[in-house]
């Protein structure tokens, strides 16, 4: 009788996650448009991506995102999220506006930033640059366009983390604290020694879910270049949705979108590999 | 507030989004979906198409619903699912034949013999919304692409308007030395800008005939003309002609720049018009605009056409009639003289006969001057192709996005038109290249 109870959730999960990506998986063995009939091509659209450049490009671009965002964000939130334990005072403040960013809509951050800080014409750049140091805007070079996205998306994004380490951080036991403390731990001692061993699984979990987001990448990246200029900034999912939408090849966007599931689903195979592990012990 | 009352409320609340209907709504619905329009755009479509279509058809409520940038994509996912407006709004001719194959269009040639549309629309257009032989859309507006330029700057600096290629680049060479941009531009907000500049050089350049050859598989895009054209655009790029804030700025910015005087060209389309009265604005007749000037051995300038969206009536449509009628009222001369008076370039109509339009003495008498041209250019079968219009989707993706490999030195001129052959040979032969009408 108990086994009712699943039912709902069960019910919710199929229709709206095992259906669409059972038919995602079908449609990259397709030819479609999204309008007719799909035909089956087999492997065509898996082959045709190894052979495409520019998918390699978005795959190396995702990679670069993933090292980014594995890094940058954590190292940045996990030492503000420190700083605010040991001094206390401010920290409920500190908190709201580190997270502010977060609240505000993907969308507006994005415009705010490329018109309001990227733009040689309306934006802080245009107004250094006419001051006579020159700034290009990031967004505009192949080299850089990447970069000035992930800024972006970074400062949207290290406030969640720190808010999220600095609960984690509150959970670590004040005895241990007090103890390194009384034993004349350094602040870096008592992050190396205390407090990060504490908040492990939470860190872990991040970085799990910085991986499966980091391959998941597209509002920042599509408002801001729409991955170019010359594709510099392509990722694997705004190929899939030029591929879609664009060049009207749903098959090929399908594909795509397997792979990205491909890194998704091998995340998570460790996360729980992990999680088993931690179990056992 | 007790449980009655709360219920009873909910329940009056949730009638809300029916009243209008309901209350207001004599005729049977015939509905649109548009794509994203500005306040005052959305203003004129109430008054001119809305209000006058239901004033002048009172068996019928034509409503009008905003979908956004992303109404191709809904419009798709709606008419697959039997759903959808009545009258069919697509980004093109390429969108046509997918949907026509799919069985999502209903064939409008009984329409076009009983409403005049076969006598009234010039004939290519008719054309070019065909598959396998029928009628399934007719252009929403034609455009073309051109040269605008800044009378003003050019009198300053002693210049005048390019009627040749070499003069136009002598002008442009000459902009540079003065500091100013020659050509406004920028793909900040669309990256299918670049689509234009391709486009220009393909048909200025190579030629239309060399166009239309290649469109119809006679030649490869990676002929010499094309080569010749995409190498004299990259030479523009090097030169600096589109200045270095192309990737930054917005399709606005760079028509504000234009009539500030930053830059005495743009190369665009004129759809363009529809900006001059803002950025201008008691200055209108300072702006000119001239065909996009030929390479020699091509003459006169060529009109590249150019149809960026179509109409056409949904298969699962409840009210056919409806909205055949809709269409056939934008195809009217009164519809197209009131629209154009208020909101130029998107609603020009493909009208064989403009002699009963009047348009409003307010707007630019350059912009009725300029349709006429391309209408007369169409008529006498003298007209180019837009890459938009003509090429199938993925071929067009690749065009716009292959374009700034070649400029910022990630491919080369070769490459770049391999790749667009090579794409448009395979949707060639997966039958998803646009109708071309015979020259």
């Known amino acids: 009788m108990h086994r009712l109870y699943l039912i709902p959730t069960l019910l919710i999960n199929v229709a709206i996650i095992f259906i669409p990506a059972a038919l995602t998986i079908a449609l990259a ?40 965002f594995l ?211 | 507030m007790d449980r009655r009352t709360f219920l009873a409320g909910s329940l009056g609340v949730s009638l809300v989004p029916f009243m209008s209907r309901l209350a207001f709504a004599a005729g049977k619905p015939v509905t649109w979906w548009y794509e994203s329009a500005a306040p005052a755009q959305q203003e004129a479509i109430a008054k001119v198409l809305v209000g006058g279509f239901n004033a002048a058809h009172p068996d019928y409520s034509l409503t009008v619903d905003y979908r956004g940038s992303e109404l191709d994509k809904q419009m798709r996912v709606a008419l697959l699912s039997g759903n959808g407006p009545d009258v069919v709004y697509t980004a093109g001719p390429s969108y046509v034949a997918p949907m026509a194959r799919a069985g999502q269009l209903l064939a409008l040639d009984d329409y076009a013999e009983k409403l005049g549309w076969n006598k009234r629309i010039l004939p290519v257009f008719l054309e070019m919304g065909k598959y396998d032989g029928k009628l399934y859309a007719v252009p929403k507006t034609y455009e073309t692409l051109g040269l605008f330029y800044n009378k003003a700057v050019l009198e300053k600096n002693g210049w005048k308007a390019p009627t040749t290629l ?152 409840q009210n056919p009639d409806g909205a055949a009628a809709a269409i056939d009222y934008v195809f009217s001369p009164e519809f197209y003289g009131a629209m154009n008076s208020v909101w130029q370039g998107e609603w020009n109509t493909p009208l064989e006969d403009l002699s009963m339009v009047k348009i409003s003495d307010t707007v630019p008498a350059l912009y009725a001057e300029t349709m006429k041209t391309l209408a007369d250019a169409v008529g006498d079968n003298k007209y180019g192709y837009t890459s938009w219009t003509f090429l199938p989707p993925a071929t067009d993706t690749q065009l716009i996005n292959g374009i700034e490999e070649v400029w910022l030195g990630r491919s080369t001129v070769a490459d770049y038109l391999a790749q667009l052959d090579a794409t448009f040979q395979q949707e060639k032969a997966e039958g998803k290249v646009p109708a071309v009408p015979a020259r």
């Not at chain 1, 190894?50 to 980014?68: P, Q, S």
């Not at chain 2, 895009?221 to 094309?226: D, G, K, L, N, Q």
């Not at chain 2, 190498?231 to 234009?258: C, H, I, R, V």
């Open chain 1, 29 to 68: 063995f397709c030819r479609w448009d999204g309008m007719g009939i799909p035909v089956f091509v087999g492997l065509a659209n898996f082959r045709q991506l190894l052979a495409d450049r520019v998918f390699w490009m978005a795959l190396g671009n995702n990679v670069i995102w993933t090292a980014i």
């Open chain 1, 71 to 281: 890094t940058v964000p954590i190292a940045m939130g996990l030492l503000a999220a420190t700083m605010m334990l040991v001094a206390r005072r401010g920290s409920a403040f500190f908190q709201v506006i580190y997270f502010l960013p977060m609240v505000i809509a993907t969308a507006i951050t994005a415009r705010v930033w490329q018109g309001m800080i990227y733009s040689p014409l309306t934006g802080i750049a245009g107004l250094i640059t006419r001051a006579g140091f020159p700034v290009p805007n990031p967004l505009t070079q192949t080299s850089t366009a990447l970069y000035g996205i992930a800024v972006v998306d970074l400062w949207h994004w290290w406030g969640f983390l720190c808010v999220i380490f600095f609960a984690a951080l509150r959970q670590v036991p004040q005895e241990q604290i007090e103890a390194a403390r009384i034993e004349g731990a350094s602040f870096w001692q008592m992050l190396r020694y205390v407090l990060l061993p504490g908040i492990r699984p939470t860190i872990t979990l991040m970085m799990i879910m910085t991986i499966i987001w980091s391959f998941l990448v597209f509002d920042f990246v599509y408002i801001l270049t729409q991955g170019g200029p010359a594709f510099s900034s392509e990722v694997l999912s705004t190929l899939a949705y030029r591929s879609a939408f664009y060049d009207l090849a749903v098959g090929k966007a399908a594909a795509v979108a397997v792979v990205i599931s491909l890194f998704g689903l091998a995340t998570t195979a460790v996360y729980i590999r992990l999680q088993a592990k931690e179990f056992d012990q």
């Open chain 2, 166 to 317: 070499a003069e136009m680049e002598a002008l442009a060479d000459e902009a540079l030395k003065a500091k100013l941009v020659p050509f406004a531009s920028g793909n900040a907000g669309w990256r299918g800008n670049n689509e234009h500049y391709v486009t220009i050089a393909f048909n200025s350049i190579a030629g239309p005939e060399n166009v239309y050859k290649a469109l119809k598989g006679e030649i490869p895009w990676t002929a010499e003309p094309f080569v010749a054209a995409i190498n004299k655009l990259n030479d523009w790029w090097q030169k600096g002609y589109f200045g270095p804030d192309y990737f930054s700025l917005e399709t606005e910015q760079f028509f504000a720049q234009m009539a500030a005087g930053k830059s005495p060209m743009l190369p665009s389309g004129t759809w363009h018009f529809q900006y001059i009265q803002s950025y201008f604005k008691d200055n209108a007749d300072q702006c000119g605009f001239v065909g996009f000037p030929s390479a020699d051995g091509l003459g006169a300038p060529v009109y590249a056409l150019g149809v960026g969206s179509t109409l056409s009536i949904a298969a699962a449509s």
